[in-house]
């Protein structure tokens, strides 16, 4: 059996997945093989064009992968990105380690835009929530998904003092709509599966004719009773929300306005879900799954590292990282809109697997979301760059945008255990 490989990873220009690609092929695998594999990965989703570019720097030789997408799905539910992945695999035949390793990156970038999306840190530079006070009920684990008139605990919004002056007057109502922020909604699908499947009622529904609480803009609007305001402190009847829910509005319930006897109940008609939320019964709604963002590429690149991995017997367990990683700066606009650098998903990366990072040299997107992916699905035992010595031979992938310092990802290729 041919000796395994160890492998060291410069990240000191951030890291993508294409440069990560590009540095293998440029270490000595067949580029054949890993633009083969990613290639067939893209495919399924509209089908891409991968071309290798060779390119002189001032530190030897490198690669960059030309990257032409022939019709780029931009949304892709968690559950059909990981069925595409192990279509993927099976199709390279990958031995299983390496397809581990493609497994463990798809998951790491679910995980982070799950975070992403429920931590409420997306900024669109368009839109601002402003935080008015903070609900308080029972309901730390679960909570209804209706409120219930004979539900026990105490239910209050407590209004921050600088808001409390806007509560003057509510005392005059009978009702309240309270306006929540869900924080702690798991991401979202644009279709659902809904909790019952009986009759011939369809399997999945559109997310915005659902009462789903994990929604793009996770907002949700609660109508209660007030019983008492006591300074800036509302208290209501029960709320169906989790204790600490943000609250981002409160407006008066107006009976000639707002008339309760109009309507239907649509496809939930005679539904046992319907009944469930009469009746305050707690329940998930199955097929919520975080969305994928730039799938195709992220295919595309999980399986070229995969593959470039496999086709050099790197060891897997004989990993090096040189630190800190440099993520950039300045912003960024994607799907997403405009974000900060580094992007929330990235952040979550970097938090969840301690990858010590620092901000810089340049004000661009450094560390992508599949970069940090892959780097953290290597699980690499961290080196400070200023006292270990990289050896081997050496590989550049190159980024896309002409940069200086070098737009490029190092990777050095050594002897390792057989």
């Not at 405009?338 to 901000?359: D, E, G, M």
């Amino acid at each position: 059996m041919s000796a395994r490989k160890a492998l060291t990873i410069d990240p000191r220009m951030g890291m993508a997945g294409d440069m990560f690609s590009a540095a293998l092929i440029s270490l000595g695998a067949p580029a054949d093989a890993v633009i083969g594999a990613m290639e067939q990965a893209a495919r399924p989703l509209g089908g891409a064009q991968v071309r290798v570019e060779r390119v002189e720097t001032d530190e030897g030789p490198g690669v960059r992968l030309r990257i032409s997408l022939e019709a780029n799905s931009p949304h892709l539910a968690a559950g059909d990105a990981r069925r595409y992945l192990e279509d993927a695999i099976a199709e390279e035949g990958l031995a299983p380690e390496y397809a581990d390793f493609a497994r463990r990156t798809l998951e790491i970038l679910v995980e982070a835009e799950r975070e992403a999306h429920s931590g409420g840190r997306l900024d669109f530079g368009e839109l601002k929530v402003t935080p008015v006070g903070v609900a308080h009920t029972p309901y730390s684990h679960e909570a209804p998904h209706q409120p219930q008139p004979g539900s026990g605990g105490r239910f209050y919004v407590e209004v921050f003092p600088e808001f409390a002056a806007g509560l003057g007057g509510l005392e005059s109502f009978s009702h309240v709509y309270i306006v929540s922020y869900l924080h702690r909604s798991r991401g979202y699908s644009l279709t659902v599966t809904p909790p019952w499947q009986r009759g011939e009622r369809p399997k999945r529904v559109g997310l915005f004719v659902s009462r789903s609480p994990n929604r793009p803009s996770p907002l949700g609007i609660t109508v209660a009773e007030i019983r008492r305001i006591e300074g800036n402190r509302i208290y209501t009847g029960p709320l169906d929300l989790f204790d600490g829910t943000p609250v981002v509005d409160i407006k008066p319930h107006i009976r000639s306005l707002d008339d309760a006897e109009i309507g239907n109940d649509g496809w939930l008609a005679d539904s046992d879900h319907l009944r469930m939320h009469k009746e305050g019964i707690p329940h998930s709604h199955a097929g919520e799954e975080a969305v994928l963002h730039e799938a195709q590429d992220i295919l595309l690149d999980v399986m070229g590292a995969a593959k470039g991995l496999e086709v050099l017997n790197i060891d897997l367990d004989d990993v090096v990282c040189l630190t800190p990683v440099s993520v950039g700066g300045g912003t960024v606009r994607f799907s997403h809109g405009t974000l900060p650098v580094p992007v929330p998903a990235v952040t979550a990366i970097l938090k969840r697997h301690r990858i010590p990072h620092v901000s810089g040299p340049v004000d661009v997107e450094l560390l992508t979301p599949t970069g940090a992916a892959i780097l953290a699905a290597l699980r690499p035992r961290w080196r400070c760059r200023e006292v270990e010595t990289p050896v081997g031979r050496v590989g550049i992938g190159m980024g896309t945008k002409e940069l200086t310092p070098t737009n490029g990802l190092w990777l050095y290729l050594g002897g390792g255990r057989r």
